[in-house]
T-cell receptor, first 111, second 113 residues
Framework: GQNIDQPTEMTATEGAIVQINCTYQ??????LFWYQQHAGEAPTFLSY????GLEEKGRFSSFLSRSKGYSYLLLKELQMKDSASYLC????????????FGAGTTVTVRA | DSGVTQTPKHLITATGQRVTLRCSPR?????VYWYQQSLDQGLQFLIQ???????AKGNILERFSAQQFPDLHSELNLSSLELGDSALYFC????????????FGEGSWLTVV
């Protein structure tokens, strides 16, 4: 089975930086994804990591360590619109293309 | 707009009834996924189809079934509905089996009363 853990909630100030950690234990590994989801809306794709290291996309960066079963999503220069749930998801195998999601981290950005 | 279209957006029905949720994937996408999101749970994978064939099955109840048609649209059928089936049902699509960007539709809100 798949076990994906991330903190339930985080709060940060506008303009600050927040790091959302995700640890996973899965039967295989073929990629780690981060999605952003505003309440009642569809998840939107943020990033994809399959090799160790840091992937940077504007204000968002994602890091992966496969040996540690660990990833983080870094949100810089926080804006009020970044208040949302951030979902960590793992694709487990080369023949198993579904994503298994963590429960999500609700980030609240305060002025 | 992800390009994935789901209908209906909202649905209220009584326990014991049956509903069908419809999904049109992005143009050119062959793979369709169905996910369920309840208030107290994260996104739960239900089932995946690729080019009309079932590829993977998650914790989908026997009361639920799905199919993908030759034009690649998919339907999720939920029968003998229970209160606990109230959830947001998402459809997602990718171009092929190993697509690294999975696009989600806006979801269908199902309320069972």
């Amino acid at each position: 089975g798949q076990n994906i853990d991330q903190p339930t909630e985080m709060t940060a100030t506008e303009g600050a930086i927040v790091q959302i950690n995700c640890t996973y234990q899965t039967s295989g590994f073929n990629g780690l994804f981060w999605y952003q989801q505003h309440a009642g809306e569809a998840p939107t794709f943020l990033s994809y990591n399959v090799l160790d290291g840091l992937e940077e996309k504007g204000r968002f960066s994602s890091f992966l360590s496969r040996s540690k079963g660990y990833s983080y999503l870094l949100l810089k220069e926080l804006q009020m619109k970044d208040s949302a749930s951030y979902l960590c998801a793992v694709r487990a195998g080369s023949n198993d293309y579904k994503l298994s999601f963590g429960a999500g981290t609700t980030v609240t950005v305060r002025a | 707009d992800s390009g994935v279209t789901q209908t209906p957006k909202h649905l209220i029905t009584a326990t014991g009834q049956r509903v069908t949720l419809r999904c049109s994937p992005r143009s050119g996408d062959l793979s369709v996924y169905w996910y369920q999101q309840s208030l107290d749970q994260g996104l739960q994978f239900l089932i995946q189809y690729y080019n009309g064939e079932e590829r993977a099955k998650g914790n989908i109840l026997e009361r639920f079934s799905a199919q993908q048609f030759p034009d690649l649209h998919s339907e999720l059928n939920l029968s003998s509905l229970e209160l606990g089936d109230s959830a947001l049902y998402f459809c997602a699509s990718t171009q092929d089996l190993s697509g690294n960007t999975i696009y989600f539709g806006e979801g269908s809100w199902l309320t069972v009363v």
